[in-house]
């Protein structure tokens, strides 16, 4: 089992599909497919249920997202800490800025801290006063 694997998965129960998770993670929705296919026969079971009305979360799949989830959590957590202990500042921000204003900041605050600090996610919060 992979991790990007695990993130694949978690991106597609997150986006509600294979379209939506390919978009956001800028990969071509074959090989997104190809490796649920993949994690799905290694684990031995139905994680997503796929047909024309979309794509199903099934009971494996809810079990198995809150345990992918986790792992890329912790995995995230790991990568932080080795950052810190090396110097480097790392982890996840998040910025609340009043209504209309995020439209105005948002880019800049994400683009300047992105180029000081590649290691800190930033998420902006619109409309809290």
Do not use: W
């Amino acid at each position: 089992m992979k991790l990007i694997q695990l993130k694949y998965f978690c991106s597609i129960v997150e986006n509600g599909g294979f379209i939506s998770a390919s978009r956001d993670l800028l990969i071509a929705q074959p090989a997104l497919s190809r490796q649920i296919v993949d994690l799905e026969a290694e684990i031995g079971a139905e994680l997503l249920m796929r047909g024309p009305s979309g794509t199903q979360v099934t009971e494996a799949g809810r079990r198995f997202y809150s345990h992918a989830k986790s792992i890329l959590e912790h995995v995230q957590q790991a990568k932080n800490d080795a950052s810190s202990a090396a110097g480097k500042l790392a982890g996840d921000i998040t910025i609340a800025l009043p209504v209309g204003m995020a439209g105005m900041l948002a880019a800049k605050i994400v683009q300047s801290v992105e180029q000081l600090y590649p290691d800190i996610n930033v998420s902006i919060m619109d409309g809290l006063g």
